[in-house]
């Protein structure tokens, strides 16, 4: 998703982008999965940002 943010190039198709990446994020932030950790939560969010920046 950031690489295709990166290599955008019209305004158009980065508005699309960021609105889709700003809904991926609040699913993610507000899934249910999070309440399930016992105060991990940020160890938790950095080791899933990781793994999706490999992917990449």
Known sequence: MYGELA???NVAQTTVLRRRLQRLSVQITTHPYWATLPGGV???????KQAAWAKT
Not at 42 to 48: K, M
């Open 7 to 9: 290599a955008a190039d």
């Open 42 to 48: 940020p160890a938790a969010r950095i080791e899933l």
